[in-house]
T-cell receptor, first 114, second 117 residues
Framework: AQSVTQLDSQVPVFEEAPVELRCNYSSSVSVYLFWYVQYPNQGLQLLLKYLSGSTLVKGINGFEAEFNKSQTSFHLRKPSVHISDTAEYFCAVNSKAAGNKLTFGGGTRVLVKP | GAGVSQSPRYKVAKRGQDVALRCDPISGHVSLFWYQQALGQGPEFLTYFQNEAQLDKSGLPSDRFFAERPEGSVSTLKIQRTQQEDSAVYLC???????????????FGPGTRLTVL
């Protein structure tokens, strides 16, 4: 079985400051990792994904994440946030054994303050 | 191009009523998924279709939940005899399924918010 833990339920941050959202996963097999963003009253939008290769993954809107196999982590970072980054962020895991279904963490709500 | 669409966007039902939620995937997408997102939580997998075949329904919480995709495009999630605990946002996602190793991006619709009174 696979699971995802997002350690912070809420992260307040000032505009133009950096932000890091933490994600840890557990799985007994090789995994694929995803970060999605959900704006109010909208569906989830893919920010980035790690499938294989380079452990540093760059996504849309200036976000990046680093896969750390030894620490089973996939933390999301942005060096300078904008007001428009206020949203909920979900980390998710998939694997060949999981049969296509994504397993999501509980989400981290980012509130960017001016 | 058009993304995944879902209807209705909001549904209020009295306890015991049956509801039907519709999902229109992106044209040409082979795979279709349903997820349930309770308030303040992450989405949880319900069921998965490849074309018209329902390959995984392990996440359906009870036999009151039923999903179909008869022609391999539009899908309907039906909930019979709704209960208050069914209140949630129901998300639909689709993917091309070009790869065989589950790496395709899933594209999500805006969801249907179901409130059971």
């Amino acid at each position: 079985a696979q699971s995802v833990t997002q350690l912070d339920s809420q992260v307040p941050v000032f505009e133009e400051a950096p932000v890091e959202l933490r994600c840890n996963y557990s799985s007994s097999v090789s995994v694929y990792l995803f970060w999605y963003v959900q704006y109010p009253n909208q569906g989830l939008q893919l920010l980035l994904k790690y499938l294989s290769g380079s452990t540093l993954v760059k996504g849309i809107n200036g976000f990046e994440a680093e896969f750390n196999k030894s620490q089973t982590s996939f933390h999301l970072r942005k060096p300078s946030v904008h007001i428009s980054d206020t949203a909920e962020y979900f980390c998710a895991v998939n694997s060949k054994a999981a049969g296509n279904k994504l397993t999501f963490g509980g989400g981290t709500r980012v509130l960017v303050k001016p | 191009g058009a993304g995944v669409s879902q209807s209705p966007r909001y549904k209020v039902a009295k306890r015991g009523q049956d509801v039907a939620l519709r999902c229109d995937p992106i044209s040409g997408h082979v795979s279709l998924f349903w997820y349930q997102q309770a308030l303040g939580q992450g989405p949880e997998f319900l069921t998965y279709f490849q074309n018209e075949a329902q390959l995984d329904k392990s996440g359906l919480p009870s036999d009151r939940f039923f999903a179909e995709r008869p022609e391999g495009s539009v899908s309907t999630l039906k909930i019979q005899r709704t209960q208050q605990e069914d209140s949630a946002v129901y998300l639909c996602a689709s993917s091309l399924a070009l790869t065989v190793d589950n790496t395709d991006t899933q594209y999500f619709g805006p969801g249907t918010r179901l409130t059971v009174l």
